[in-house]
């Protein structure tokens, strides 16, 4: 599969996004990782995300899905290939650029919710926009939005170890949307929750979703990855399917 070049005509920074309107939210065209020793955990991948999508990115233990989280995430760069975010190129980007445009662009949602014990929902979820440069009263109020979003705007005020499994992921889904991404990155995000639980959060993300949210939800669980309207295989670190499942 051959990938043109998107037509961007950019002139913003990391930090803003470029004028015209990118392809895709993510674009990775032949993607390899090495890693010392010469192990290759990606070999050749090409994956589209477009705006507004759902979609899982499913295989077994050591296919090389967190290494593609890493580099869909912005915290790791290609041995070789092409990484468009948001319509920039990561190869033409210092780090510090690169940072700036994780934090504009990408949300991230953990099997562990890493939530900050001893603050409140709140002050967690305004701790997502900690560099965004807003003051900290606009952090505090974004804050409640987002996690109105989430359903827990009446627990703003509770500590970590005051709200359930179920909770504590919702507020660290609330943190991940606060800066308003591009594209919500979520590793196992029901790993560490039992079914029942796991399966609201898997509405709420699909209720994200249909507001518009685009979100990839890494994953080694096939019945998570069916009830997903695209599923992207990977094993051995190639990308063995691509399927679309209209009915989920
Ligand atoms: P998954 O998330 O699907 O379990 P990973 O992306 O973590 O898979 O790993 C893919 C392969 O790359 C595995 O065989 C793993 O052992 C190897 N790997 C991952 N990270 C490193 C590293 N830092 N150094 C060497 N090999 C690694």
Excluded at 129 to 153: C, D, K
Aim: aromatic share 2%.
């Amino acid at each position: 599969m051959t990938h043109p070049t998107p037509i961007v005509v950019d002139t913003g920074t990391a930090a803003h996004p470029p004028v015209g309107r990118p392809e895709a939210v993510v674009d990775l065209a032949q993607v390899t990782r090495s890693y010392p020793g010469g192990f290759t955990a990606l070999q050749g991948v090409n994956l589209r995300i477009h705006a507004g999508e759902l979609l899982a990115i499913v295989g077994p233990s050591g296919s090389g899905k967190s290494t593609m989280l890493h580099i869909m995430g912005t915290l790791d760069r290609p041995t070789t290939g092409r990484v468009v975010i948001a319509g920039h190129d990561l190869a033409s980007l210092t780090d510090r650029r690169l940072s700036a445009l994780r934090a504009r662009h990408i949300g991230f949602v953990f099997q562990a919710f890493h939530l900050v014990p001893g603050m409140s929902a709140r002050d967690n979820v305004a701790e997502g926009l900690l560099y965004s440069g807003l003051s900290r009263a606009q952090r505090r109020r974004r804050a409640q939005t987002a996690l109105a979003r989430v359903g827990l705007a009446d627990r703003a005020d509770h500590r970590p170890h005051q709200l359930s499994g179920g909770q504590k992921q919702r507020v660290a889904i609330a943190r991940a949307l606060a800066g308003e991404p591009d594209l919500l990155l979520a590793d196992e995000p029901t790993g560490a929750l039992d079914s029942a639980t796991g399966q609201t959060v898997l509405a709420l993300l699909h209720e994200l979703n249909r507001q518009g949210t685009t979100i990839a939800v890494i994953t080694h669980d096939t019945q998570i990855a069916d009830s997903l309207p695209r599923q992207v295989r990977i094993r051995d670190g190639r990308v063995v399917a691509d399927t679309r499942n209209p009915s989920a």
